[in-house]
């Protein structure tokens, strides 16, 4: 018989994780409340990055612990296909209030991964409903993140990300991404030089034929790959395009979504309205595993012919809609509805700038970036090791009681809209003695 020690960290394959260095040295957290996580040696360490973009109402939250506790005690499961349960369908209600006016119908997930999957799935069934099935060729951007499936690594576009999984899909092409900092170095906000890039959809139109382009897919603020900020006037001309192409707008929002740049969604703070929404990890706080795919009447409808007896779409997950999950959705938007999050994100974010680009004399500083309560610190990387400099301001951080996030040779910051101002000047200390003592 094969004995496993109690504490045997083998068996784990830990996800995007350097497994060989955590296991020799881990990191382990056992709790948290607030702005806190407590480690297993009993350290307080503050959440510099709401989990993983996730935890946009900070840890523990009474209402949403109160109603999955509720929850799991009185309907633990339903069936997702051919039922129903009353939660779902008040969730849906939900967020299509909160939602930008033209969307009106929600896909439930269990992951941003998959409500990628099933958007792009929805965009290509949805042009084949309308009779114009040619259009099945998908169009992502260089350095977007969609999540891990292979839908959207195909329309992603981090190489480490794609290169060892196969040839993906077909019919794949990728607008550039918008990184310049040659022009827009420590801007706050959106810098003013990238516009132009969206005009890259008409070379792409050109070379494959407009009417064989089903959707275009791009975060509206670029989150994995370190933090990417849109052009000002870059995300209004993808609209233009798209609409000119007969193309369909997909926005990412799954770290965008749920306040994090100070209104409910992206689309409502560039005013730009895509026709398909993809949200996750903010919508149920992260507390319990759950994405939404939030689409217009028209996408919806061009479903809705044929027999009323027979199934419209041929899509759909064991946990679509999954009870408790509703159940945390809800406590969440209330949380977020009730203590104004949202409003408070947008309140704190000019005091949030001022502490990052505070540390612009910083040593080893080449690009800090900025907008809602996101912040991005790009370090110069350490020749012919990219990634180290980062990694260990990483390390140093998180002994000093700060978790931050890296990606690349970036430090990524996202805490909870709850943060307080201290705890943003907290975060700004511990990043400047870090980066004063880093190699
Ligand atoms: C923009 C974006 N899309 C999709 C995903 C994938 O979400 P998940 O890890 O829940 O599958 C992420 C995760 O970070 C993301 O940032």
């Known amino acids: 018989m094969n004995m496993v020690k109690p504490n045997d960290l083998n068996a784990f394959w830990m996800p ?5 260095q955590f296991k020799s040295a881990p990191r382990m957290f056992v709790a948290a409340d607030g702005m806190y996580y407590t480690t297993a040696e009993g350290r307080e360490v503050l959440d510099g990055t709401a989990g993983l973009w996730c935890c ?13 506790q509720a929850q799991v005690a009185e309907l633990d499961y339903a069936p997702a296909f051919q039922m129903g349960h009353p939660k779902a369908f008040e969730l849906a209600n939900r967020l299509i209030g909160m939602a930008p006016d033209h969307m009106a119908h ?7 991964s998959e409500s990628v999957e099933t958007a792009l799935k929805l965009a290509l069934a949805y042009h084949r409903a309308k ?3 040619a259009r099945t060729r998908l169009i992502g951007r260089e350095r977007g993140y969609h999540g891990v499936n292979f839908g959207g690594i195909s329309v992603g576009g981090i190489v480490n990300n794609r290169k060892v999984f196969g040839s993906l899909l077909t019919g794949v092409d990728h607008l550039p991404h918008t990184h310049l900092p040659d022009h827009n170095a420590f801007t706050r906000g959106q810098p003013e030089h990238g516009a132009h890039l969206a005009d890259e959809i008409e070379r792409i139109a050109a070379l494959h034929g407009p009417e064989t382009i089903a959707a275009v897919i791009v975060e509206p603020v670029a989150g994995s790959t370190g933090v990417l900020i849109p052009p000002k006037g870059y995300l209004e001309r ?4 798209c609409t000119k192409h007969g193309i369909l707008l997909i926005f990412d929002e ?3 979504g749920f306040g994090r740049l100070g209104s409910a969604f992206a689309a409502d703070h560039f005013d730009v309205k895509p026709d398909i929404m993809v949200t996750a990890k903010g919508l149920t706080n992260g507390v319990i595993p759950m994405g939404a795919v939030m689409v217009t009447p028209e996408i919806h409808d061009a479903f809705m012919h044929g027999p009323e007896n027979l199934i419209e779409l041929f899509h759909g997950y064991t946990y679509s809609g999954n009870p408790i999950a509703a159940a945390a959705g809800l406590a969440t938007l209330e949380t977020y509805r009730e203590e104004g999050l949202f409003e408070r994100a947008a309140e704190l974010a000019p005091y949030w700038e001022d502490m990052l680009h505070g540390l612009k ?3 080893h500083v080449i690009d800090i970036r900025n907008i809602g309560l996101i912040g991005a610190i790009e370090l110069q990387p350490i020749a ?10 990483f390390l140093d951080a998180y002994d000093r009681g700060v978790l931050i996030r890296t990606t690349g040779d970036i430090i990524a910051l996202s805490p909870p809209l709850i943060i307080e101002k201290a705890q943003i000047d907290r975060i700004g200390e511990t990043l400047r003695e870090v980066l004063t003592a880093l190699d």
């Open 16 to 20: 995007f994780t350097a497994n060989r």
């Open 56 to 68: 946009n109402a900070g840890h523990k939250r009474p209402r949403i612990v109160e109603a999955v």
């Open 106 to 112: 929600v896909f439930y997930t269990n992951s941003g």
């Open 131 to 133: 009779g114009d099935g």
């Open 238 to 241: 993808l609209r233009e395009l």
């Open 254 to 256: 799954v770290i965008t």
């Open 361 to 363: 004399d910083c040593r």
């Open 384 to 393: 012919g090791q990219p990634t180290r400099r980062a990694f260990q301001a």
